[in-house]
Structures are given as structure tokens and as C-alpha cells.
């Protein structure tokens, strides 16, 4: 998934993350091949054992959350299919096909262009949540190039090692830059600076991931600060051993 999204239907505000059209898997096989230096792979895969580790995020199944108290997510990891509730309209759509329904105001839309405008719009708002959610679960993802510029600083002067990322040609917007600064005393991320373009020598924004609270087997970022326009709201984060199909098969909230 992967580097920011900016479309009209979103405040042009908000990092557009996605690096290769990848799962959210957590395979292996794809985590040797990504092209990160050895300290940044070092750095990366210490994130991810403090937040549970690879056994950890593949034995989770459903997780849904509000991204910045809005719109509305719920996702099985096993099967990809998703739910995205947004301003009283419905997405049902499986994230692996991007196969889906649509329900503007409780009536499906069937009429092939606005369905896949919408859908597409859809498929644009879970790159971009998705990356906000689970960016440490992403750093060694396809496409992504990984590398550690040294030793920071967080906004409360707290010590970090920060690690870069730039992208192959993979996603949305390729050209986005990030900076991703891991505690030296959590080993978890702590903030990050966004880039739209990677020659820009000022991040459009820096923020905090801060609130890293334990969902099931996993830790979860709670509060990713305040942007323009979006006040720090609840995420309303849940993790679900079991949920009914309806979730993924119903329009009905």
C-alpha cells in the first residue's frame, strides 16, 4: 500500500503513502527482498518484534479502526475483503481484487461508471488510512527503499534513529519521501515528516505516533497528533478474534 493520496475528495492535507500493490502480509519471502541497508533492516524488523512481531500481526485477523475519528474500516487480513463506512455511504470491496459493491444512501449503485469512480475513490481512501494505521508493518514492503540517515531527535528532544523512505515507481504518488524517527528508549515509531516530493527540503508536516496501546497480540498507534482541518479524535481501534460475514456481505451498519 503505500505514500499519500491526494484527491479532490480528500483536504489536501494527508501523506499519500503506498509503495507496491502488497498485502499487508507480512511475507517473508518479500521482507528479504526489499531494498533497505542492513541497519535499516536491523532498525525495522526490532519495530516490528516490539510491536508483537511477524507471529503477532499474521494471528491477527480483524481489525477495524476510524481514521482520525471519521470515516469508518473494518478488514479481515486473512481474506482481504473490507469495509469502509464513509459520510452514510458503503464499500464493501476486497482489498487483494479490489473487486467490490457500492451503497450511496442505502441503495446500490449499479451503473458501471459511477461504480468504479466510486470504488476507486474507495480503493485511494484505504491506501491512504491503511498506510497511517500500519506504516511500521510496511517499512521492508516491495518497492521501498530503506535507508538509516542517523541519530535525531524527537519534538520532546527525546534521542532517535531515523530511518528514510523513497520508493521504486511503485503506488500512487512515488515521489514521496518520509522520515520515520524510532525511539531509542520504546524501539517504536515516534513520529514521522512527510515529503510530497523527495527533493523537498522542508516536510509539509511532521507528526508524533504516540498512545502505542496492545490490541490482541499487537501494539496499535492511538494518537498520530493534529493535522489542519482534522482535530485529534478517538480511532476507535478494535481487534476481533471472529466477526460475522454480514460485516463484509451487508450494507446494513
Given at each position: 500500500m503505500r505514500g499519500t493520496i491526494l484527491f479532490a475528495l480528500l483536504p489536501l492535507l494527508l501523506p499519500a503513502c503506498k509503495t507496491a500493490e502488497s498485502s499487508l502480509s507480512g511475507d517473508a519471502a518479500q521482507r528479504a527482498h526489499a531494498d533497505a541497508e542492513p541497519h535499516a533492516r536491523e532498525l525495522a524488523e526490532s519495530v516490528v518484534a516490539n510491536l508483537g512481531g511477524w507471529n503477532g500481526w499474521e494471528r491477527t485477523r480483524f481489525i477495524e479502526w476510524s481514521f482520525f475519528g471519521g470515516r469508518r474500516h473494518v478488514w479481515d487480513k486473512a481474506t482481504g475483503d473490507w469495509r469502509l463506512e464513509d459520510a452514510g455511504n458503503v464499500v464493501l470491496m476486497n482489498v487483494n481484487t479490489r473487486v467490490g459493491r457500492v451503497f450511496e444512501s442505502g441503495g446500490e449503485v449499479f451503473d458501471p461508471?459511477?461504480?468504479?469512480?466510486?470504488?476507486?475513490?474507495?480503493?485511494?481512501?484505504?491506501?491512504?488510512?491503511?498506510?497511517?494505521?500500519?506504516?511500521?508493518?510496511?517499512?521492508?514492503?516491495?518497492?521501498?527503499?530503506?535507508?538509516?540517515?542517523?541519530?535525531?531527535?524527537?519534538?520532546?528532544?527525546?534521542?532517535a534513529q531515523?530511518?528514510?523512505?523513497?520508493?521504486?515507481?511503485?503506488?500512487?504518488?512515488?515521489?514521496?519521501?518520509?522520515?520515520?524517527?524510532?525511539?531509542?528508549?520504546?524501539?517504536?515509531?515516534?513520529?514521522?515528516?512527510?515529503?510530497?516530493?523527495?527533493?523537498?527540503?522542508?516536510?509539509?508536516?511532521?507528526?508524533?505516533?504516540?498512545?502505542?496501546?496492545?490490541?490482541?497480540?499487537?501494539?496499535?498507534?492511538?494518537?498520530?497528533?493534529?493535522?489542519?482541518?482534522?482535530?485529534?479524535?478517538?480511532?476507535?481501534?478494535?481487534?476481533?478474534?471472529?466477526?460475522p460475514r454480514a460485516v463484509f456481505e451487508s450494507a446494513t451498519p
Open positions: 461508471v459511477r461504480k468504479k469512480e466510486l470504488l476507486d475513490q474507495a480503493w485511494g481512501k484505504w491506501i491512504n488510512d491503511s498506510y497511517w494505521m500500519f506504516l511500521p508493518w510496511k517499512l521492508l514492503d516491495p518497492g521501498v527503499k530503506l535507508r538509516h540517515v542517523g541519530a535525531g531527535a524527537l519534538a520532546n528532544g527525546q534521542a531515523v530511518l528514510e523512505l523513497t520508493f521504486e515507481q511503485v503506488g500512487l504518488t512515488p515521489k514521496n519521501r518520509y522520515l520515520v524517527y524510532v525511539g531509542d528508549e520504546s524501539g517504536l515509531v515516534e513520529q514521522w515528516s512527510f515529503f510530497p516530493d523527495a527533493g523537498d527540503e522542508k516536510p509539509r508536516f511532521t507528526l508524533p505516533w504516540t498512545g502505542w496501546k496492545r490490541f490482541g497480540r499487537i501494539l496499535l498507534c492511538t494518537d498520530h497528533g493534529d493535522l489542519p482541518g482534522r482535530e485529534r479524535k478517538d480511532w476507535k481501534i478494535a481487534v476481533h478474534t471472529e466477526l
